[in-house]
């Protein structure tokens, strides 16, 4: 029994490694194409887009699709803090309707602008600790939890509502998205600051890099003596907080509350999540990857429109472009 | 000559109506290297992680430095100085061997809530110590997901090493290698050995515990049916103690003490 092991073993060592040299050459290559999908696409869209319609480089197109960007960017980079831990968040673009409606109704109220943006904020970090109570405790799917909370929030935003918009006429909520510095408008600039502070979270914090590795390896973080649970309660309430900030986004966009939901928002965020290279098995994240795919949504949608595109078909090619994107990025983990 | 470090007496555990520990005992002494074999089901797994804080024993005392201890959690465990290389490793794939490294011990600059991560000084420490071990040493940078499975488990032990003020805890540290890495891993446990630190290693391997070990207990449906230091037992004999045909060598602690 004993004298006949080392043969089959070495064999078996010889050919480990040979498939693992050949896996390490397709991983290898795999990680330059996550990162570098949105940039190059980016890049080339621009370029056609250029060719076929000079007007869309013109500074007042880049700067208002910048401008247009501002909430896909601030929801895609919630998205990212969900799917990290290897979750999803359906329920964020209900919860921007519903930081809308909370916010015109503390409007309304009375109160002033800022406790009103307050109000949205703790709106997002209310639902996003629901999600995050059910998911890291209670073990429900994120799936299921972010679905009922979906049609939860959509509810509370009717019945508070009545399923009215309320107009907000603040000059200086306006002003963040209709002014701005060198032409690019203030929102665009403060959904950059946002992405700027958040890699600081996710890169060079002890919190963020216990998000990756329950991202990674749940019950590698545990028996590491992470808590779980907790972790994930944080990223969800950081997920809801962006949806927070993207009901303020909209009501200064828009002038008004927005009882209804706009599912497109969703499919949008998670698309540049996709795009941006986060890995949808979780543990792996840029914040520079969903920022550039956000941005290049955008730009995808609007440069159809100055195409003369029917606008019917800009979801129609969003779902293209994210199966492309994820079956790129196929066979992770 | 050495002192007692970990006692385990009378260890029970039960998950349902099943009893993974029926009153386990043994003793590991300090600066030694002492195994636990046993066949599939015998309780090596679920005692572990009682020594680990996975597990709360139903009942019976863990005994460390002659304390009385009762761990709740891994950090309960971590906090009395006994360090765990998992089975499983417990690596995070996607994230650099640094950052394994120091994975919740992570080195942090600045006030409050307001803290950096000191990226640099852990690389370099990292770098530092995997060169002491000097065993087929991983860039740190590197994610572990790219290492062998030799590097990975030197990895893990590393990280054991690095944290453990006293004790490691090794669960099948070779069962996934091939023979030079093996040595390997079994040379860095010599080195750990040397370094002060007590070993407890849990092996399906009779050659590698004859090779390895000073100390063995052997298990069998939850309880510790056998110890006896290792030299004074032929491989054989391990074996027909696991499997039974040799009812009990010894008292369960007669000869382990001397």
Partial sequence: MTTTRPHPSVEAGAARSDRLREALRRIGTEEVWTKLTAPVALVLLIIVFSILKPRFISWPSITTMLADSTIPIVLALGATFAVTLAGIDLSLAATVALGSVTMATAHQAGLPLVLCCIVALATGLVVGALNGTFVGWVRIPDFIVSLGSLSLVMGLCLIISDGKPVIISEPVLTAISTQGMGGIRFNFLIAIAIAIVLHVVLFHTRFGTHLLAVGDNPDAATAMGLRVPRIKLAGYMICGLMGGIGAIMLTSYIGSSQPATNTDYLLKAIAAVVLGGVSLFGGRATIYGPVLGAILLTFLQSGLTLLGVDAFYSPLVIGIVVIAAATLMRGRK | ?258
């Fill in chain 2, 1 to 258: 000559m050495n002192e007692v470090k970990v006692q385990v007496r009378d260890l029970r555990k039960s998950f349902g109506s099943v009893e993974a520990l029926k009153g386990a005992s043994l003793d590991v002494r300090a600066g030694e290297i002492t195994a636990i074999v046993g066949d599939n089901g015998a309780g090596k797994s679920t005692l572990i992680k009682c020594l680990t804080g996975l597990y709360t024993p139903d009942s019976g005392e863990i005994l460390v430095d002659g304390r009385p201890v009762s761990f709740r959690s891994p950090q309960d465990a971590r906090e009395a100085g006994i360090e765990t290389v998992y089975q499983d490793l417990a690596l995070c794939d996607q994230l650099s061997v640094w950052q394994n490294l120091f994975l919740d011990r992570e080195l942090t600059a600045g006030f409050g809530p307001f803290r950096i991560t000191r990226r640099r000084a852990m690389r370099d420490t990292a770098a530092e110590l995997l060169a002491q071990l000097a065993v087929n040493v991983p860039p740190v940078t590197r994610t572990v997901k790219r290492l062998s499975g030799g590097q990975r488990q030197a990895v893990a032990i590393a990280r054991g090493v690095m944290w453990a003020k006293g004790m490691i805890i090794l669960d099948e540290p070779t069962a996934a290698l091939g023979l030079n890495e093996t040595a390997q891993v079994e040379a860095l446990i010599r080195r750990v050995v040397e370094q002060g630190q007590t070993v407890l290693v849990v092996s399906h391997n009779f050659e590698q515990v004859k090779r390895l070990t000073d100390q063995v207990w052997v298990m069998r449906g939850g309880r510790v049916v056998g110890g006896t230091r290792t030299e004074d037992v032929t491989g054989e004999q391990l074996v027909g103690m696991v499997t039974g045909a040799i009812p009990t060598v010894e008292t369960p602690r007669g000869r382990g003490r001397r």
